[in-house]
């Protein structure tokens, strides 16, 4: 079983919905991720956050809005997204972002289409 | 910049086969990580290995096995006795600092793997 959990495992909205997914983890680590994978590609980075602060915004449409309420929990704001953004989103965390030797943690992630 | 290479895009063995997943990295830095991941079709990704700049020793575990050579910026992944639940993408990656002081994590395009019975 994946330490870090991700909530819903899918999600199907259209493009004028609001919906969050939402991340959790208890392994007391102090760095959090969201990347989006797209059919057959690798990851790509969206966020970063450090210490509950944003530290890397790898130029996300505002569109995708962030949230870190506390060191276990991350979510990821959506609205008025488009098809285009349809992916698998990743959450994963890592035990501290300037830490390079450290693995990162996936979630099982959230399949999200817009229709 | 730093890149990670996987050449083989998909590769197909039968069961009990030995399989080599290749990974050629280029980075500018001398202190930097590679990681192999795991990503069934459940999609999580399953961290499988880390090995640092400094340490080129290989590594077993079990049937996974790792050769990492700098020489030739390369960290392949072998499996022997491949298993049908062996069957994922694969995925190389490299974590360097670069000038931010931040690590991030940069993936190869994957190989996905099939194992057959």
């Known amino acids: 079983d994946t330490e870090v959990t991700q909530t819903p495992k899918h999600l199907v909205m259209g493009m004028t919905n609001k919906k969050s997914l939402k991340c959790e983890q208890h392994m007391g680590h102090r760095a959090m991720y969201w990347y989006k994978q797209k059919a057959k590609k690798p990851p790509e980075l969206m966020f970063v956050y450090s210490y509950e602060k944003l530290s890397i915004n790898e130029s996300v449409p505002s569109r995708f809005s962030p949230e870190c309420p506390n060191s276990s929990l991350l979510n990821l704001h959506l609205h008025a997204l488009q098809p285009e953004d349809s992916a698998l989103y990743l959450c994963?965390?890592?035990?501290?972002?300037?830490?390079?030797?450290?693995?990162?943690?996936f979630g099982d992630g959230t399949r999200l289409s817009i229709l | 910049a730093q890149k990670v290479t996987q050449a083989q895009t998909e590769i197909s063995v039968v069961e009990k086969e030995d399989v080599t997943l290749d990974c050629v990295y280029e980075?500018?830095?001398?202190?930097?990580?590679l990681f192999w991941y795991k990503q069934p079709p459940s999609g999580e990704l399953v961290f499988l290995i880390r090995?640092?700049?400094?340490?080129?020793q290989n590594e077993i575990s079990g049937r996974y096995s790792w050769n990492f050579q700098k020489s030739t910026s390369s960290f392949n992944f072998t499996i022997t006795a491949s298993q049908v639940v062996d069957s994922a993408v694969y995925f190389c990656a490299l974590s360097e600092a670069g000038n931010t002081g931040f690590q991030k994590l940069v993936f190869g395009t994957g190989t996905r793997l099939l194992v057959s019975p």
């Open positions: 980075t500018r830095d001398t202190t930097y990580y």
């Open positions: 994963a965390s890592s035990q501290d972002l300037r830490e390079g030797d450290q693995p990162q943690h």
């Open positions: 090995r640092n700049s400094f340490d080129e």
